[in-house]
């Protein structure tokens, strides 16, 4: 299935990019499936539209397929910010290694999944004394961002009787080439530049913490096969040095994840296998040098990214001055990124659909919109789609990462969209 | 007082564009003053940060300015998706002529103020017929965005036996030139193409609705007098020529607003004076051929924005790689618009300040950043400021308006902001 349907003769030029085949989700008569389910159904079943849903199958599949494609040692975390509804966060808990988080509020859904606290790993540029005290007293892990919030844990560890596990999360040396994201490379706010960390980790030898290893993390969605495996090299090979300066061996290294997956048109899906052999091809020495530590990958956006799609009312179909508006009841509050108003320069299309035409060709370009008062508000630029009418659902695919949680739900004072795990 | 305080020669280069002067807030004992408070007891006083504290005699002030600018019977509605706080939304609407809703949600809070429900307008491009319903029966107006629209709420009108007011919402056939954000001309999903006004006015007619009036609004956050200047004299003429076909003669015309605040350094503050004297120039053929229809300027943003500051407190200060880093509890989840991540192309500073640190010179040039992963959460960038330390309060100026609602307050969980009203 293609979001970008086969549209006729004229209306799109042959040589406009397309977006990635999607993969996983069906259709059944005429209707995009989630879980198994027609969406028009789960419209019913929500009782309200807008909502999210995600697709439990997928997620569990996309986390086979990486077992399968990355070496056999390596351990999975899920990074719940990219989707912490707590049902999907449950479900994840389940079959990856750990969680990682970036908040006590998201620290304690984590906890609620009842894995081992030392493998949920907290990391955040800000944390609070509140915060800090809260994740000692869980024993979870700390990735320290900086000497200063080092010697606030200590305090309070020893206030709380606790000896926490810490790791330092390190500033590289090096950045992820052509990454959505830059996290580490030149002057960031995230952990201690790397060339700090050895006068850290002495010090952390005279405090009375466990140090349990080191997170390095230089940058996310990134499509570029070349640039991950340089930067995994490179990330493993300072984690060893690093490691000559420990007060004890670390037990952990998270190399980060950064596997980006394909939003936009021209968008080529990562080739993972090539990914998991040029980490296969790490291992050994890192076996050897990080020897009794876990390496780590962590993901969010690549493990659920891809397993949800945001669903939307038509409410309205416009035309104005020779272009097709299909107005929803959704829009930019709940799907910010789809509208392109977050961090992106140049607004791009997700892909979409119409769910229950899914069978019927392309006639002709829409713009689908949300029901907000701001031009912003744009979910689709001139799509090619089977006619839109009041009442139809329009879905935006590759919405399972960085939708609901990410977007600003009480603008204008409209319902919440609901979020459901099938 | 400038935002952008004095610095050392070399800091700063002398040709770099400044903050517009903030007007207002007063400085008491090197601490920023809210409503008369220094920020420091206001945040005792809230018991937490980060948090919004608006100034309700700077509200009370820029009406009062604005009553002097424009033309006596000119009438000033206040668009309260700006800051749909209650009690904002409750001072503003005992010293304005009426509020202007964009959902139900906002048309509830409206509502408990107690004024008229025709002083209650309510506009946006995708309202459920769930939203319409509750429209009908609180008897406000309703600024139609489609024929569509209309039919469905004679449908809804016919069953709850009502009669209610309905004006049209238009899209022009220009636009505001140099707006923030174009709301008119060209194809658009706001309104009802000019063109095509007429004949839904004709169908209006034959419906059992009271014909109220017209919305005509063509861009907003705009600095530009002459394009303001431009845009109000054409909106006026529009009206009168679409008045033409009216059923009866309307009672409302609204000309929108666009007034911009200024933001960011060059940008030159609004001369009201000038636009309100160019309106003057235009009441008199207005009062003459829309005569009995209240003319109104709804605005959102001017009545607000400048009222309210942003206080997130440091609680990390960080050196990398030759720069100073900031870390606030606070950060783009709670002021997305600050961190440039909400509809700017390039990231700019807004104003910003250490409250607690107003009458010292700066010394260096920091980045304040927020507490969330992500190198988006940036609330500004080489700012010449004080030495900032752990403790010391951030404020982020011109955070009245789209500060908080429009921001994802969820993302990665952490607490929400608080908002006083001083």
Redesign the interface.
């Known amino acids: 299935m293609t979001a970008a349907t086969p549209v006729t003769e004229g209306i799109v030029r042959k040589e406009a990019p397309k977006h990635a085949e999607l993969e996983g989700f069906g259709v059944r008569d005429n209707c995009l499936t989630v879980g198994g389910v027609p969406v028009t159904r789960l419209a019913d079943r929500v009782g309200q539209t807008p909502f999210f849903a995600y697709d439990r199958r997928l997620m569990t599949a996309r986390v086979e397929s990486l077992r399968k494609a990355l070496p056999k040692d390596v351990h999975l975390h899920y990074a719940m910010?990219a989707n912490?509804m707590p049902a999907v966060v449950q479900h994840m808990a389940r079959i990856v290694d750990g969680l990682d988080?970036?908040?006590?509020?998201?620290m304690q859904?984590a906890l609620d999944t009842g894995i081992d606290p030392l493998t949920i790993s907290f990391?955040?540029?800000?944390?609070?004394?509140q915060e800090l005290s809260c994740a000692v007293a869980a024993g979870i892990v700390i990735n320290m961002?900086?000497p200063?919030?080092m010697e606030v844990i200590a305090r309070i560890a020893e206030k709380q009787g606790l000896r926490p596990h810490v790791a330092i999360r390190v500033?590289p040396d090096f950045e992820l080439k052509t990454s959505g994201?830059?996290?580490g490379g030149?002057?960031?706010?995230?952990g201690v530049?790397a060339e700090q960390v050895p006068a850290m980790l002495k010090r952390l030898g005279e405090l009375d913490l466990a140090f349990h290893g080191f997170h390095i993390f230089s940058g996310s969605q990134n499509l570029r096969e070349e640039a991950l495996e340089e930067a995994q090299e490179k990330t493993i090979n300072l984690a060893i040095e690093l490691a000559r300066h420990a007060p004890t061996p670390p037990r952990m290294v998270n190399i980060g994840g950064g596997f980006g997956i394909p939003y936009f048109p021209g968008d080529k899906r990562l080739d993972i296998e090539r990914v998991g052999a040029n980490l296969e091809r790490l291992m050994p020495r890192a076996r050897q040098e990080l020897e009794g530590a876990e390496i780590v990958v962590e993901l969010g956006r690549y493990l659920v990214g891809e397993a949800g799609v945001y669903v939307a009312r038509v409410?309205?179909?416009?035309e104005?001055?020779?272009?097709v508006?299909l107005?929803?009841?959704g829009?930019l509050h709940h799907q910010?990124s789809a509208s392109g108003?977050?961090?992106q320069?140049i607004r791009k299309n997700y892909p979409v659909a119409i769910a229950n035409k899914m069978d019927l060709p392309a006639v002709e370009e829409a713009?689908i919109?949300?029901?907000?008062?701001?031009?912003?508000?744009r979910l689709g630029d001139k799509v090619p789609l089977p006619r839109g009418e009041?009442g139809d659902l329009v879905v935006v695919f590759q919405s399972g990462a960085y939708g609901?949680?990410?977007?600003?739900?009480?603008?204008?004072?409209?319902?919440e969209p609901a979020e459901i795990l099938v």
């Not at 988080?101 to 998201?106: I, L």
């Not at 990391?123 to 004394?129: C, E, I, L």
């Not at 030149?186 to 995230?190: A, D, E, M, N, Y």
């Not at 409410?315 to 416009?318: C, L, N, P």
């Open positions: 910010k912490p988080v970036a908040s006590a509020g998201e859904v990391a955040g540029p800000g944390k609070t004394p961002e900086s200063y919030e500033n994201m830059k996290m030149g002057p960031k706010q995230f530049d409410v309205d179909r416009k104005s001055r020779g272009q508006f107005i929803t009841d829009g910010l108003n977050f961090g320069v713009n919109v949300g029901c907000l008062c701001t031009p912003l508000d009041v609901r949680s990410s977007s600003p739900t009480a603008f204008l004072g409209h319902p």
